[in-house]
Protein backbone atom coordinates (compact mmCIF):
# COMPACT_ATOMS: atom_id res chain seq x y z
CA UNK A 1 0.00 0.00 0.00
CA UNK A 2 1.38 3.17 -0.83
CA UNK A 3 1.25 6.31 1.18
CA UNK A 4 0.51 9.33 -1.07
CA UNK A 5 2.13 12.99 -0.88
CA UNK A 6 1.31 15.65 -3.06
CA UNK A 7 4.92 15.83 -4.19
CA UNK A 8 6.43 16.98 -1.40
CA UNK A 9 9.48 18.35 -1.15
CA UNK A 10 12.53 16.14 0.41
CA UNK A 11 15.37 18.35 2.15
CA UNK A 12 18.70 16.05 2.16
CA UNK A 13 21.51 16.97 4.23
CA UNK A 14 25.14 15.25 3.25
CA UNK A 15 28.22 15.49 5.23
CA UNK A 16 31.12 14.21 3.67
CA UNK A 17 33.76 12.30 4.94
CA UNK A 18 36.42 15.38 3.85
CA UNK A 19 36.11 18.22 1.55
CA UNK A 20 39.51 17.67 -0.43
CA UNK A 21 39.25 18.59 -3.59
CA UNK A 22 38.98 15.00 -5.08
CA UNK A 23 36.11 13.65 -2.52
CA UNK A 24 34.00 16.78 -3.23
CA UNK A 25 34.42 16.76 -7.22
CA UNK A 26 33.62 13.23 -7.38
CA UNK A 27 30.38 13.71 -5.03
CA UNK A 28 29.28 16.56 -7.21
CA UNK A 29 29.81 14.90 -10.56
CA UNK A 30 27.64 11.95 -9.37
CA UNK A 31 24.83 14.35 -7.71
CA UNK A 32 24.40 15.75 -11.11
CA UNK A 33 24.00 12.71 -12.87
CA UNK A 34 20.67 11.89 -10.92
CA UNK A 35 17.79 13.66 -11.78
CA UNK A 36 15.75 12.46 -8.95
CA UNK A 37 18.05 15.05 -6.93
CA UNK A 38 16.07 18.52 -8.49
CA UNK A 39 19.00 20.84 -6.48
CA UNK A 40 21.73 20.48 -4.34
CA UNK A 41 23.40 23.71 -2.50
CA UNK A 42 26.93 23.66 -1.24
CA UNK A 43 26.48 24.68 2.59
CA UNK A 44 28.10 25.95 6.01
CA UNK A 45 26.50 24.88 9.24
CA UNK A 46 26.37 21.56 10.02
CA UNK A 47 26.06 19.36 6.96
CA UNK A 48 28.34 20.54 3.22
CA UNK A 49 25.51 19.97 1.21
CA UNK A 50 21.78 20.26 0.83
CA UNK A 51 20.11 18.34 -1.57
CA UNK A 52 16.10 18.37 -2.63
CA UNK A 53 14.34 15.96 -3.69
CA UNK A 54 10.77 16.10 -5.01
CA UNK A 55 9.05 12.74 -3.84
CA UNK A 56 5.48 11.64 -4.74
CA UNK A 57 5.38 8.89 -1.63
CA UNK A 58 7.45 7.49 0.99
CA UNK A 59 7.87 4.48 -0.92
CA UNK A 60 9.02 6.46 -3.87
CA UNK A 61 11.60 8.56 -1.61
CA UNK A 62 12.62 5.38 0.29
CA UNK A 63 13.49 4.35 -3.39
CA UNK A 64 15.76 7.06 -3.86
CA UNK A 65 17.21 7.10 -0.73
CA UNK A 66 18.22 3.63 -1.14
CA UNK A 67 19.56 3.24 -4.72
CA UNK A 68 21.04 6.80 -4.73
CA UNK A 69 21.77 9.04 -2.08
CA UNK A 70 23.23 6.18 0.40
CA UNK A 71 25.70 5.25 -2.41
CA UNK A 72 26.64 8.91 -3.24
CA UNK A 73 30.55 8.56 -3.17
CA UNK A 74 32.24 10.39 0.34
CA UNK A 75 28.98 10.74 2.26
CA UNK A 76 29.46 10.14 5.92
CA UNK A 77 26.61 11.37 7.27
CA UNK A 78 22.75 11.64 5.57
CA UNK A 79 19.72 13.64 7.24
CA UNK A 80 16.39 13.96 5.11
CA UNK A 81 13.42 16.30 6.56
CA UNK A 82 10.10 16.20 4.76
CA UNK A 83 8.51 19.56 3.98
CA UNK A 84 4.86 19.28 5.72
CA UNK A 85 3.54 22.18 3.26
CA UNK A 86 4.88 25.30 1.70
CA UNK A 87 4.54 28.55 3.23
CA UNK A 88 6.53 30.73 0.44
CA UNK A 89 8.85 29.94 -2.34
CA UNK A 90 11.20 32.48 -4.42
CA UNK A 91 11.95 32.09 -7.45
CA UNK A 92 16.28 32.88 -7.83
CA UNK A 93 16.35 34.15 -11.69
Known amino acids: ?15 LCDLTEPSVSRFERTVKLHPEIRQCYAISGSADYLLVIASKSIEEFSRIHREIITRLPSARKIRSTFSLRNVKVFDLR
Open 1 to 15: MQTQLELAAVFVEVT
